[in-house]
């Protein structure tokens, strides 16, 4: 007999539609990779849910209005349907929604109520289309109040119960006060375990309700329960910790891949790295630096935040533009208006050496992958990090922090360089490491076929959530 499983998928972004960031890669490619595991044994129908974002490209076809109460009275809910690679994707609409222009707003105020909105309506759509979830699937705060609203209408209307599960992607986002918001919505403020001041925050209370809580990567999973990386949560974790897994994310590997990727000036895989070389020609032309195929290009790609420790890497390179070793670098980014500054006065400083583009330049981007030497990401946190794994599939050898998903990815001497402490002087020890190796061709080749060789395609993490889902059901 066939095991059907039934997931609601609840997300703020997804790509092809809408992405600010690296969960709108995850959200838009886990939910088409769970659905592509489906056997004769279980069939896996996953449903994607998305805010009806006014910014968003979506062709999607009205499906009815229903309303959520609110107070004494109710706000209108619109729902939309859409599909991606046959599976059924909805859209929500409704006032708090429309209200705020982009996916998240520098007013709290408004996302607090757009996301205590959309995770409550999306909890209702399956009651409008006809169809039960087994499990309820959220991605980080935005969505986390959908677990914490399941509980709760569960003790309320003694429903048949539906497993929950929160992937948290980057947990110092822990949400705005939502308890005026959900007591309007009828929803009570439950006496938990949480430390009091997270009590109102759709996070954690999102991680209380929930049945399952899934950190991004293995090592991520390990670091929340510590108080430097769990953001105050780390006894409510502790104590939470037997429903604590680590997987973690995979890559579009379709789209990412060096040897059909149409935004490089020449193709090439694992058996023609040779043909990379012209890429860094073409990409050294494109900066304006002098084409010198034997001084090693290092690379940044990444949003300019303190997340990401580019002041890290900034510092790291302005200590060694004295250096005897010869290198150039690019960082393409945007963010933090400081941050940009500062590399565009290291730019000025060093203008033979570094190129700064501050802007986001997907086609840029993947360029640079493919040819660039060496990247680097001295990232503070990185829960799981995404680009040291495009990284890799270019052949562009990452130097990275041992943090997260960079630690459970890269591995020191074999396909990249890894450093422990937060500081330029470890970085830059970092990548004196990895210019030393760099002129050595046999050496270096060895270290980019190492990378270009590892498996990052979903399949494997997909399989995890799946047997995940599978224990959760079992256990209600
Ligand atoms: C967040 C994290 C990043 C992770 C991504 C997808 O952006 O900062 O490390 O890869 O979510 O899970």
Known sequence: MTQTINVLFLAAEAEPFVKVGGLGD????????????????VKLDVRLVLPHHPVMRADAKPLGIFSIPRGESEVQV?????????????????????????????????????????????????????????????????????????LTKRWEEGTRKIASLVTVHN???????????????????????????????????????????????????NEILTPEYSSGL???????????????????????????????????????????AENKTLLQERLGFSVEPETPLLAIVSRMDPQKGVDIALHAL??????????????????????????????????????????????????????????????????????????MRYGCV???????????????????FVFEEPKAKALADAIRGALKDFPDHDVWQKIQRAGMMQDFSWANSAQKYLELYQSLIKNL
């Not at 109520?113 to 169809?131: T, V």
């Not at 308890?179 to 009590?199: C, F, H, M, N």
């Open 318 to 391: 302005r200590n060694m533009r004295h250096s005897r070793l010869k290198w150039q670098a690019v960082i393409l980014g945007t963010g933090d208006p400081k941050l940009e500054e500062t590399a565009l006065k290291l730019q000025a400083d060093n203008p033979d050496r570094v190129r700064v583009e501050t802007r986001y330049d997907a086609g840029l981007a993947r360029q640079i992958y493919a040819g660039s030497d060496i990247f680097l990401m001295p990232s503070r946190y990185e829960p799981c990090g995404l680009s040291q794994m495009i990284a």
């Open 234 to 276: 780390d006894e409510f974790l502790k104590s939470r910790r037997e429903t604590v897994h680590g997987i973690l994310n995979g890559l579009d590997t379709a789209s990412f891949n060096p040897a059909e990727d149409s935004a490089l000036g020449v193709n090439f895989d694992i058996d023609s790295l040779e043909k990379r």
């Open 171 to 221: 947990l110092p986002f822990l949400g705005p006060d939502v308890s005026a918001i959900l007591e309007s919505y009828g929803v009570k403020l439950a006496q938990t375990d949480l430390p009091e001041w997270a009590r109102v925050m759709p996070m954690p209370l999102g991680l209380w309700a929930s049945d399952a809580i899934v950190a991004v990567s293995p090592t991520y999973a």
């Open 26 to 41: 995850v959200a838009g490619s886990l939910p088409r990779a769970l659905r592509a595991l489906s056997s004769d044994k």
């Open 398 to 416: 990452p130097v990275v922090r041992a943090a997260g998903g960079l630690n459970d990815t890269v591995k020191h001497g074999e396909t990249g």
């Open 78 to 150: 619109e729902a939309f349907e859409s599909s991606l690679d046959g599976m059924p994707v909805y859209f929500i609409s409704g006032e708090p929604i429309q209200a705020s222009g982009s996916v998240y707003s520098s007013d709290p105020k408004l996302d607090a109520e757009k996301y205590s909105f959309f995770s409550l309506a999306a909890l209702e759509l399956p009651r409008q289309i006809n169809w039960t979830p087994n499990v309820v699937h959220a991605n980080d705060w935005h969505t986390a109040l959908a677990a914490y609203g399941l």
